[in-house]
């Protein structure tokens, strides 16, 4: 069984940063893939983001490439999201998700969820 708490979403205008964080319970996390996902109201659960566990390889939505970047510190079992040049359209609750391999974009096919955090990015 492993925990997710996300942390470090709120508020920011448009064009400005945030940095979320993802702290995981288990003692197998750097074997983990460890991806972030959002949803926005009234909208599908959407994935941003993967990075691997055995490889560190990521992967990234086309509307967060060159803004976004995802990364880990499996000393400290936390995956982060650096997110950079934020727009509106970024604004929804952001969701750390694991499995013990990488499961693609669908947010269904992974076993374990975070709580979510609120981005709300003002125009």
């Known amino acids: 069984q492993v925990q997710l708490v996300e942390s470090g979403g709120g508020l920011v205008q448009a064009g400005g940063s945030l940095r979320l964080s993802c702290v995981a319970s288990?003692?197998?996390?750097?074997?983990?893939?460890m991806a972030w996902f959002r949803q926005a109201p009234d909208k599908e659960r959407e994935f941003v983001t993967a990075?691997?566990?055995?490889?560190?390889?990521?992967y990234y939505a086309d509307s967060v490439k060159g803004r976004f970047s995802i990364s880990r510190d499996n000393a400290k079992n936390t995956v982060y999201l650096q997110m950079n040049s934020l727009k509106p359209e970024d604004t929804a609750v952001y969701y750390c998700?694991?499995?013990?391999?990488?499961?693609?974009?669908?947010?269904?096919?992974?076993?374990?969820w975070g709580q979510g955090t609120q981005v709300t990015v003002s125009s």
């Open positions: 998700a694991a499995d013990s391999i990488y499961k693609g974009t669908a947010a269904q096919q992974y076993r374990y």
């Open positions: 288990g003692r197998t996390f750097s074997m983990y893939a």
């Open positions: 990075i691997l566990g055995s490889s560190g390889s990521t």
